[in-house]
């Protein structure tokens, strides 16, 4: 993976503003973690993989050490209502059907605090290098794929993210984008979302 994708850099002035302690969903390796650990944030960080946790807290230097807990997006959240101000999700929801992907919205919803923010980028319909067409659709735009993390693969448009982000949420940015991250382009969509003050 390449150096070049530092999606986080121009949002963490607002998410040190907001916060000192930020949920990253499907940390992986430690990417990100690593990029917010830089920035001074603590990071509690989710994934599936526990090969990926055990890599997470090799990468992320031992003084700023993330909490880091093993979770499927599925089940419900391991954190109370309102527990975040800021939640991190790079390209980690979208393994998954439709029903699936709007319980997981909701948790996230459930945990951020009134007013708490949403980073999160999904893949684009448009990301054809990377699964978007010439599999078979088990829904619309829902593939079954041949991947590395899962088997199957969602692709949004912005009638998607629109359905997935309803009215208790307030749009900051909604950018489809082309990144340098892989060997080849990668369109992906960089949502950010703030959770209405009530909802
Ligand atoms: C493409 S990687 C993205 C990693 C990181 N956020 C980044 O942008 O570099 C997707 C991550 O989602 C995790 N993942 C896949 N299915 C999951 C699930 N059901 N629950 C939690 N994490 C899952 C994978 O283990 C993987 O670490």
Same mark, same amino acid.
């Not at 880091?68 to 979208?94: K, M, N, Q, T, Y």
């Not at 996230?108 to 010439?134: E, F, K, Q």
């Given at each position: /993976? ?15 503003? /907001? +916060? ?11 990417? &990100? +973690?690593? *990029?917010?650990? #830089? ?5 509690? @960080?989710? &994934? ?25 997006? *599925? #089940? =419900?959240? =391991?954190?109370?209502? @309102? ?20 319980? !997981?919205?909701?948790? !996230? ?12 980028? $999904? ?14 659709? $088990? ?7 041949? @991947?590395?993390?899962? &088997? ?9 993210? &629109?359905?997935?982000?309803?009215? #208790?949420? +307030? *749009? ?6 082309? !990144?340098?991250?892989?060997?080849? =382009? ?14």
């Amino acid at each position: /993976m390449k150096e070049t994708d530092r999606w986080l850099d121009r949002w963490l002035p607002l998410v040190k503003e /907001m +916060t000192s302690t930020v949920l990253e969903l499907g940390c992986n390796a430690g990417r &990100d +973690t690593a *990029r917010l650990a #830089e920035a001074g944030l603590h990071v509690v @960080g989710t &994934d599936i993989s526990a090969e990926a946790l055990r890599e997470c807290a090799r990468v992320v230097p031992a003084t700023s050490a993330p909490v880091l807990v093993r979770h499927d997006l *599925r #089940e =419900p959240f =391991p954190f109370a209502d @309102g527990s975040f101000d800021v939640i991190v999700a790079s390209l980690c929801l979208h393994y998954f059907g439709w029903d699936d992907t709007c319980r !997981i919205a909701g948790e !996230i919803l459930r945990c951020l605090s009134p007013g708490g923010l949403l980073l999160c980028r $999904l893949n684009s319909t448009r990301d054809v290098h990377y699964g978007a067409t010439g599999f078979q659709a $088990l829904e619309p735009n829902y593939y079954q794929v041949d @991947g590395r993390y899962s &088997d199957r693969k969602r692709f949004f448009d912005r009638a998607a993210i &629109d359905a997935l982000f309803g009215a #208790e949420w +307030t *749009r900051v940015a909604v950018e489809e984008m082309t !990144i340098d991250r892989y060997e080849k =382009p990668k369109c992906v969509w960089e949502v950010v979302l703030r959770k209405a003050a009530r909802s």
